[in-house]
């Protein structure tokens, strides 16, 4: 039961922001949105969460519209080891014995 | 310490082999996790360990075999595999069953023959 809708795929020119698109639209007012990546042949890797605000930190942005029902991850001068899936992922903020489930993702190449 | 360390990185097996993967953490980390990934697929979760304690398993078939012998390491002991079983393994861990902070090992490619 998917509760997030992504893009499959984007490309990216190296040294520009990349905008990772993410809807959301029956999230509930207890639940996070979180961001995970992965690089080819390695494990996912936690880039960031958010509840309602703007988030950020070293490695990216996180926008959440004012209705909370979409997202968007921004890598603010993309690399070309940017290059990964990038799973939006709705969780409550207190998940007990909800553990973490992956959608589709979008697959981000990151072009010279 | 802020990894989550799986051996062995690859591995092959015969069908009527026994093997064993290993993950072992050192965060303090009481959830751990096993998820399962076949190519161009997401990671799909097979196995939740909480304080040491089996709480979930997403009717994994019984060849597939999870151990938590102690905090810090989680087992997946494999027996009678499938080729089909073909995948990257991936362990998890987070703070408890409810934190959403997961740290993942880099996965086991395992190959069945």
């Known amino acids: 039961d998917a509760k997030t809708t992504q893009p499959t795929s984007m490309d990216c020119a190296e040294g520009r922001a990349a905008n990772l698109p993410c809807n959301h639209s029956?999230?509930?007012?207890?639940?996070?949105v979180y961001w995970y990546r992965q690089i080819h042949s390695q494990g996912p890797q936690y880039i960031i969460h958010?509840?309602?605000n703007n988030e950020t930190n070293e490695m990216a942005s996180l926008i959440i519209t004012e209705d909370r029902k979409s997202s968007t991850l921004i890598l603010p001068h993309a690399t070309l080891r940017d290059t990964a899936v990038y799973y939006c992922?709705?969780?409550?903020?207190?998940?007990?014995?909800?553990?973490?489930?992956f959608g589709k993702g979008t697959r981000l190449s990151v072009i010279a | 310490d802020t990894e989550v360390t799986q051996t062995p990185k690859h591995l092959v097996m015969g069908m009527t082999n026994k093997k064993s993967l290993k993950c072992e953490q050192h965060?303090?980390?009481?959830?751990m996790y096993w998820y399962k990934q076949k190519a161009k697929k997401p990671p799909e979760l097979m196995f939740v360990?909480?304080?040491?304690?089996?709480?979930i398993n997403e009717s994994v078939p019984s060849r597939f075999s999870p151990e938590c012998p102690n905090s810090s390491l989680l087992n997946l002991h494999l027996h009678a595999l499938q080729p089909e079983d073909s995948a990257l393994y991936l362990c998890?861990?987070?703070?408890?069953?409810?934190?959403?902070?997961?740290?993942f090992g880099s996965g086991t490619r395992l190959t069945v023959v």
């Open positions: 029956t999230i509930s007012g207890n639940e996070y």
């Open positions: 958010g509840l309602k």
């Open positions: 965060m303090g980390h009481r959830a």
């Open positions: 360990y909480s304080y040491e304690k089996l709480s």
């Open positions: 998890a861990s987070s703070p408890d069953q409810g934190a959403g902070g997961y740290t």
């Open positions: 992922i709705v969780r409550p903020i207190f998940s007990g014995n909800t553990p973490l489930v």
